[in-house]
């Protein structure tokens, strides 16, 4: 099996003025690109070439963990972005963020102190533990929520690169931008329902 970039769920000018198309091109062309490109390189002719990126994320070590993770975290961020998004959760969802965060408000602002609090690269996210609690964490580098058994709704991409065009080193404003404009929480309410 060889895995493969699927294109953006959108165009790259989607996004803009929050997240422009020169940060996609560069962001889903070239870095998550690369992660894929590694990790083909990485799985050609072993074993794990036909393990899916959700096993290989449980279970690899090293610069192959970092390859599927980064392939698979990425993916997650495409979706977890609309040009339609911001505002908040509905329905059940919006049910379980009142029983754990209290309200909307809340969860953004736990989302973006995770954002923001998250030293150096890595990544937010709003998860679903294993009990049925929505949880909101921010993981160092690769790291991802399915190798702590959690499952992911929704995920903010806090590496330089995912904003620096943009927004520069103001990390704030871009998590600001991606909360209140960006995030999609119909993409977040179909994980939850899963």
């Known amino acids: 099996m060889s ?3 699927k294109p953006l769920p959108y165009s790259k000018d989607a996004l803009a003025p929050h997240i422009g198309a020169e940060t996609l091109e560069i962001h889903h062309g070239k870095h998550h690109q690369g992660y894929i490109d590694k990790l083909n390189e990485a799985v050609e002719g072993t ?29 997650f961020y495409w979706q977890s972005l609309s040009p339609q998004g911001g505002g908040g959760p509905k329905g059940a969802l919006l049910a379980r963020v009142k029983q754990d965060f209290g309200d909307v408000e809340a969860l953004k602002k736990a989302l973006a102190e995770a ?8 990544w937010a996210w709003l998860t679903l533990t294993a009990e049925g609690k929505l949880e909101v964490e921010s993981t160092a580098d690769a790291d991802n929520p399915l190798r702590h058994r959690k499952r992911p709704l929704l995920t903010i991409d806090v590496w330089e690169h995912a904003y620096y065009l943009d927004h520069r080193n103001e990390r704030g404003r871009y998590v600001e931008a991606v909360l209140e404009h960006l995030l999609d929480w119909q993409f977040a309410q179909t994980n939850y329902e899963r």
């Open 3 to 5: 895995f493969k970039l």
């Open 115 to 122: 954002a923001t609090g998250q030293f150096g690269s890595g």
């Open 47 to 75: 074993g794990d070439a036909d393990k899916s990126l959700d096993t290989l994320i449980e279970t690899a070590r090293g610069d192959l963990f970092n390859n599927a993770a980064q392939s698979w975290n990425h993916a």
